[in-house]
T-cell receptor, first 112, second 114 residues
Framework: EDQVTQSPEALRLQEGESSSLNCSYTVSGLRGLFWYRQDPGKGPEFLFTLYSAGEEKEKERLKATLTKKESFLHITAPKPEDSATYLCAVQATGGANSKLTFGKGITLSVRP | EPEVTQTPSHQVTQMGQEVILRCVPISNHLYFYWYRQILGQKVEFLVSFYNNEISEKSEIFDDQFSVERPDGSNFTLKIRSTKLEDSAMYFC????????????FGPGTRLTVT
């Protein structure tokens, strides 16, 4: 069974204080690993897809990296508007319509 | 930028009643999904749909649930006889053709069963 574990559960940062969010995964075969942002009461908003170990993607203050067992979402000099829950999900190989298996998410609070 | 839309945003129903949740996927997307998120818990897969048939479903998606694409734009989730434990946010998602690829989520419908 595919599993995704995210840590820590919650993270409080001061504005400008860089940090990393961890996503560990177990999957029979990885088709893709996805990062989403979720604001309270809203749907997940797509951020990144990573397909193979060593791959990196960047968008503004966020950078996602992937190894064979985990992914990191690095946040550089965060701002209060980066406060949200960050979700990691994996998609397994086998079938064209593979579901996403999500972790519980990491709730990030950035204080001004 | 195209978006997935969902209606209603909030639905309150009594236990045992039928509800239909509606979604309009992004227009050139061909794969459709329903997920749910119980308050404080992780997002869980319910069902995937392609070429007018179910591709995969989870254990949650039992005989009380059904999906339909009644026309070229809408995608619906029906719960025949709601239970208290069906209370959750229900998200529709869609993606383009091809293997893998990101899924784009709608804003969700909050279902409250009383």
């Amino acid at each position: 069974e595919d599993q995704v574990t995210q840590s820590p559960e919650a993270l409080r940062l001061q504005e400008g204080e860089s940090s990393s969010l961890n996503c560990s995964y177990t999957v029979s075969g990885l088709r893709g690993l996805f990062w989403y942002r979720q604001d309270p009461g809203k749907g997940p908003e797509f951020l990144f897809t990573l397909y193979s170990a060593g791959e990196e993607k960047e968008k503004e203050r966020l950078k996602a990296t992937l190894t064979k067992k985990e992914s990191f979402l690095h946040i550089t000099a965060p701002k209060p508007e980066d406060s949200a829950t960050y979700l990691c999900a994996v998609q397994a190989t086998g079938g064209a319509n593979s579901k996403l298996t999500f972790g519980k998410g990491i709730t990030l609070s950035v204080r001004p | 930028e195209p978006e997935v839309t969902q209606t209603p945003s909030h639905q309150v129903t009594q236990m045992g009643q039928e509800v239909i949740l509606r979604c309009v996927p992004i227009s050139n997307h061909l794969y459709f999904y329903w997920y749910r998120q119980i308050l404080g818990q992780k997002v869980e897969f319910l069902v995937s749909f392609y070429n007018n048939e179910i591709s995969e479903k989870s254990e949650i998606f039992d005989d009380q649930f059904s999906v339909e694409r009644p026309d070229g734009s809408n995608f619906t989730l029906k719960i025949r006889s709601t239970k208290l434990e069906d209370s959750a946010m229900y998200f529709c998602a869609s993606r383009r053709i091809g293997q893998g690829g990101e899924q784009y989520f709608g804003p969700g419908t909050r279902l409250t069963v009383t």
